[in-house]
């Protein structure tokens, strides 16, 4: 089931676009303007935010729309066994991004300051929070609904969910926004990339919003 979610996504242009081309933008847009308009923000802190970005991005509930989830509901795949073998897939897809945003962040001048358990755990519980979240939009909403929510949330968090920027940039709403999936994932990706450091709080976050998604996906999720 993994392999299979993994050569779906890899072959699917929107997929590839939302999980590589995006995130390429987001991060050279940023470090240039940020240079132009002399923001204290440069690229050690765009390349986590953007890393994070990357592993939200890939979350999406596109299933339904594609008619995918109605024909998994004919084989013998639990629904264990679906949020498994997509967590896998994103987790292979990752390495990918990981190799495309960390070069590019690298070409711009990137100097990682890295805690390699803090990373890992961050990529996984990540991973597994947006993994359970875009399940349970695709699971739960109508076809022509999933691409209208799933994108207004994409953009909702891009803009305001402290994954590229951190909390500190949102004044005193960061307090608020650094319980969110997206500003616990970027908070903790900077903090293993930039600080070399495990983000225990941020961690717990996440696995607290994978337990959610996945209790929630559970119980709401519908084949057809």
Do not use: H
């Not at 594609?66 to 987790?91: H, M």
């Not at 939009?137 to 994954?163: D, F, H, K, M, P």
């Amino acid at each position: 089931q993994a392999s299979m979610e993994a050569r779906l996504m890899l072959r699917n242009g929107e997929q590839l676009l939302l999980a590589v081309v995006i995130p390429v933008i987001v991060l050279i847009g940023g470090v240039r303007g940020a240079d132009r308009v002399n923001l204290s923000y440069g690229v050690n802190t765009f390349t986590p935010g953007v890393l994070a970005l990357a592993i939200m991005s890939i979350a999406r509930g596109f299933e339904r729309r594609y008619g995918v989830i109605k024909r998994l509901g004919t084989s013998p795949l639990s629904r264990t066994g679906l949020l498994c073998g997509k967590v896998l897939a994103l987790l292979a897809v990752e390495v990918l991004q990981v190799a495309v945003i960390s070069g590019v962040g690298f070409a711009l001048g990137w100097d990682p300051d890295a805690d390699v358990l803090g990373l890992l755990l961050t990529v996984v519980l990540g991973t597994a929070a947006f993994a359970a979240l875009g399940l349970l939009v695709a699971g739960s909403l109508r076809a022509e609904a999933t691409l209208a929510a799933a994108n207004l949330i994409y953009l909702l968090l891009l803009a305001g969910g402290a994954v590229v920027l951190p909390t500190s940039a949102y004044g005193s709403f960061g307090d608020v926004v650094a319980f969110l999936p997206s500003g616990a994932l970027g908070e903790a990706m900077r903090a293993a990339l930039s600080d070399s450091a495990v983000a225990v709080r941020d961690l717990v976050v996440l696995a607290c919003w994978a337990v959610v998604g996945a209790v929630a996906t559970a119980r709401t999720f519908t084949w057809e």
